[in-house]
């Protein structure tokens, strides 16, 4: 079966429907290909939180918050820390200058760019990723985080939407179970991309499905770009390329994304001549668990966690600065994974009380905020406010595998043993670790820098509304009970992948462009094959894959 368009567009994701919206509007002919069903149509963007970074924006400044690109650009470079810049082929060469052209784009026309384009965001601006509790070192400054209206169905649904529409209207060709395989290159040139039909199979999203095939295809087009995403459904690849700096691989994670995450296509490119860079980066998250009702396989979410809750090693130890809730993503996992008397343990603990749970555990994912995902303003500010417990969380607790409760520290502890294979804990230890968290609640002043943490994110008004509760012992019976959570590592994200210059054109070996390939979104780095450079200021995913999509778009309306 062969067929022919201007455009072949590998991945059905939010990269790739943005470089089908852009196509479409300017009368060009457009093939998309994804080996999922119809059902997972938008990809991994439909179960995310909706979190996008944007600077100076009109939800920032009702919010107090003061932000700037040059503030911004600061926090992208500290974080980044992008080393590789030296020689012609320079890994980070485009990385950071992708990085610089994402900030500008947030800064400027990316609000007005989405609203055209049918993305409403809440009023809401949380402050992600905190960072590393220094001014020269990883993090926001201040809060950047705004939310989409919908979360991730937001901002993967006008986009969906339109390209069905246009399907029905044959004005584009979409063909699901369809698994690329190569690159059609000849003389160096990018024609097409051919593969395997996959057997029908009806799973709904995120579910597993199979990979029997069926038969052949080939579609040329003048140009291809890739928008596969990345790796973190692969916990073989995510090993493969763990980097030493982050330690010893756990030997059992859990998944963020469904399995259809696979990479395959960064392999793909390669064989076709394409660069790959920066691969031995990622981005995990260490406040896993496992869902409770999953869809694909080792199913998990993550906790996005305010700054408040005790945070354990697997041995009962406070974990050290900057490693706080909410704070510094890959050092913490770097902590976890490197002290010799912890590689042996996959888990971390956090301790709460009830009260600290309802207002600072949010879930990641958009069926864990049916509130914010089915657009209720009123209960939205009702749970937040009120600090009742949102109804997903409470699934949570009474039937995670990771969820404890107790009334006492002492059978906390106790419940928290019997989670384990052997017991870790010791109450007493424990008890210590509280009791010297506790002491330093007893006044708004003082050296521990979590209390600190906490009275500064108070500041915010955000915060004190809807994120961060007012602060408590542990101890104290009037916010309980307490509550304990198991925690693991939770495979999300690649930061490096296919290197790309500013047109979204696929570099090669030579670092020439490969004529006729482009590539966007996660499997591109985000941009360049690693605009993150070691460390994500979140929101920058769903917001690198809008940006590099328009961008990849535009080039090929002008020709590029």
Not at 23 to 41: C, M, P, T, W, Y
Not at 51 to 62: I, N, P
Not at 96 to 119: L, T, Y
Not at 151 to 180: C, E, K, M, S, Y
Request: net charge neutral; glycine share 12%; charged share 25%.
């Amino acid at each position: 079966m062969s067929e022919a368009a201007d455009v072949v567009v590998v991945g059905a994701g939010l990269a790739g429907l943005v470089v089908v919206d852009e196509l479409l509007r300017h009368g060009k002919r457009v093939i998309v290909v994804d080996q999922e069903n119809e059902a997972s149509f938008g990809g991994q963007a439909f179960w995310s939180f909706g979190g996008l970074f944007l600077v100076d924006s009109a939800q920032q400044r009702r919010m107090g918050v003061r932000d700037s690109v040059d503030l911004a650009w600061g926090d992208w470079q500290r974080s980044a820390a992008w080393d590789r810049m030296d020689g012609v082929l320079a890994e980070d060469e485009w990385a950071a200058k992708w990085g610089r052209a994402f900030v500008e784009f947030a800064g400027g026309e990316m609000a007005s760019w989405i609203s055209n384009r049918g993305i409403a965001l809440t009023p809401m601006v949380g402050w992600a990723e905190r960072g590393s509790l220094s001014m020269s070192g990883h993090g926001n400054s201040v809060p950047r985080f705004h939310v989409a209206w919908g979360t991730g169905t937001g901002v993967i649904g006008p986009f969906a939407r339109r390209a069905q529409q246009a399907a029905r209207d044959g004005r584009l060709r979409v063909r699901f179970r369809h698994r690329v395989d190569s690159l059609i290159v000849e003389d160096g040139v990018c024609h097409g991309v051919s593969g395997t039909l996959l057997a029908r199979d009806d799973q709904p999203r995120g579910v597993e499905t199979t990979r029997e095939t069926v038969g052949e295809f080939e579609l040329r087009a003048s140009a291809v770009v890739v928008a596969s995403g990345g790796i973190g459904g692969d916990h073989e690849k995510v090993r493969r390329w763990w980097p030493e700096r982050l330690g010893q691989p756990p030997s059992e994670m859990i998944t963020g994304v469904p399995a259809s995450v696979d990479g395959r296509m960064l392999d793909i490119v390669a064989a076709g001549g394409g660069r790959l860079v920066n691969r031995d980066r990622m981005w995990h998250y260490t406040e896993g668990v496992r869902n409770h009702d999953p869809i694909w396989p080792d199913h998990a979410i993550r906790i996005l966690p305010g700054p408040s809750a005790l945070w354990l090693d697997a041995l009962g130890r406070r974990l050290p600065i900057p490693a706080l809730p909410g704070f510094d993503t890959l050092e913490t996992l770097r902590i976890l994974r490197t002290d010799p008397a912890l590689v042996g343990h996959d888990h971390s603990w956090f301790i709460a009380t009830r009260k600290i749970a309802a207002k600072e555990f949010a879930l990641s994912g958009s069926e864990q905020n049916p509130d914010i995902t089915g657009r209720k303003p009123l209960k939205v500010v009702a749970s937040r406010l009120t600090g009742s417990m949102p109804s997903p969380l409470q699934a949570f607790l009474d039937r995670g595998e990771d969820f404890v409760q107790a009334e006492c520290l002492d059978e906390l502890v106790r419940k928290m043993n019997d989670l384990t294979d052997v017991p870790l804990l010791d109450p007493r230890a424990v008890e210590a670790v509280v009791a010297e968290r506790d002491r330093a609640m007893a006044n708004p002043f003082g050296k521990d820098a979590q209390v600190l943490a906490i009275h500064n994110a108070r500041r915010y008004r955000g915060d004190r509304l809807a994120r961060v509760t007012r602060p408590h012992r542990l101890v104290d019976a009037k916010a309980g009970p307490l509550i304990a959570v198991r925690l693991r590592t939770l495979t999300r994200k690649s930061l490096g992948g296919i290197q790309t210059d500013l047109e979204g054109r696929v570099r090669g070996q030579d670092g020439q462009p490969v004529p006729g390939l482009y590539a966007a979104g996660e499997a591109a780095g985000f941009g360049g094959g690693g605009a993150h450079g070691y460390n994500a200021l979140e929101g920058t995913f769903l917001g690198g894959c809008l940006f590099t999509g328009l961008t990849v778009a535009r080039s090929l309306q002008r020709g590029v």
